[in-house]
């Protein structure tokens, strides 16, 4: 069996380890309290440029591991893999989202080419671990899901759980030039799970809470700024930003005129450098009563300034955001 599942993994003569050795990136998802325990995402990052990973597999020598310190949470919908998550069941069965199964490169059962063998999920499906000294889950190293994403990430899995998972794995690939590269006993653990997010300051979605940057940022008007000098020169109107300081993600806006949405307004944040942080043009469906409106929008504590614009002038506010 063990000559088939090497054969099977197109293992090549000329057998190279990879030039940096991928890792785990463990994300946390919000699983809005509908399941017990956590939800995590794990994925493989390739650290080089056009790199593959097409399989996951365990022997005698290096046998794969993944378990939890308490039960995976397995919704009877769904499989131990992600063939068998099919997305439109969430719309009927929200906890479905929320399921517990391996993978590489899909997160759904729509055109999923994955395939396994020598692999036993049964317990794996009654909330236990998955042990194998000789078995593997694989693409075909031609499958576009084998290519990473964004920051070189490549899907492996989704473990829901009210304890800590763990697992041990070896994984095989292809680098740039071809060749295939082998590493073995690579790990990871939900204890050190991150918040993926913007994580560049100056982007107009910058997440404070992120602690990894998933390439989301949108630095598109980053390149605008406005000097210290420009915005303490312009002019205040008759509006005011509520509660000032802010102490949570929203800010209110409020205008003494009731008409004040037939006006089309830019809203603009910057820092105390004049780096802009977000921008918001007001649209129609942002009005309460007429005369206010309310952004979400993540802000470090400090001191801010908001700018006010139309076609014919800008005015400004000084926004503080509490600790």
Not at 93 to 111: E, N, Q, R, V
Not at 147 to 169: D, I, R
Not at 260 to 276: P, T, V
Request: aromatic share 10%.
């Amino acid at each position: 069996m063990k000559s088939i599942l090497l054969s099977g993994l197109a293992i090549a003569a000329s057998l190279q380890m990879a030039a940096n050795d991928p890792q785990f990136i463990v994300e946390k998802v919000d699983n809005n309290g509908l399941v017990a325990g956590n939800t995590y995402r794990v994925y493989v990052q390739l650290q080089d440029e056009g790199q593959s990973v097409h399989a996951v597999w365990g022997d005698l020598e290096h046998p794969l591991m993944i378990e939890s310190t308490a039960p995976f949470y397995q919704n009877a919908l769904c499989g131990a893999s992600s063939r068998g998550f099919v997305s439109a069941l969430a719309a009927v069965d929200p906890t479905t989202a929320y399921d517990s199964y391996i993978s590489l490169g899909y997160k759904t059962a729509d055109a999923n080419t994955l395939w396994d063998i020598g692999v036993d999920f049964t317990t794996f499906e009654d909330g236990g671990e998955i042990l194998a000294n000789n078995g593997s889950w694989f693409l075909l190293p031609t499958d576009a899901k084998t290519m990473p994403q964004e920051q070189g990430l490549v899907f492996f899995g989704q473990f829901t759980t009210s304890g800590v998972a763990t697992g041990k794995v070896n994984l095989q690939g292809k680098n740039a030039d071809g060749s295939i590269w082998r590493a073995y006993d690579v790990s990871f653990t939900t204890a050190n799970a991150q918040t993926f997010g913007c994580t560049n300051s100056a982007a107009s979605n910058f997440n404070a809470e992120a602690t990894f940057d998933d390439g989301s940022c949108d630095t598109s008007a980053s390149e605008t700024s406005l000097s210290v000098e420009t915005i303490a020169e312009v002019i205040s109107e008759d509006w005011s930003v509520f509660p000032n300081p802010v102490r949570d993600q929203l800010i209110h806006i409020q205008f003494n005129s009731d008409n004040a949405q037939n006006e089309k307004y830019r809203i603009e944040i910057f820092d105390l450098s004049g780096k802009l942080i977000s921008a918001n043009e007001l649209s129609s469906g942002a009005w309460v009563a007429g005369n206010r409106v309310t952004i979400e929008q993540a802000l470090a504590a400090g001191t801010y300034k908001i700018v006010l614009s139309t076609k014919e002038k800008s005015t400004s506010k000084t926004l503080v955001v509490a600790k």
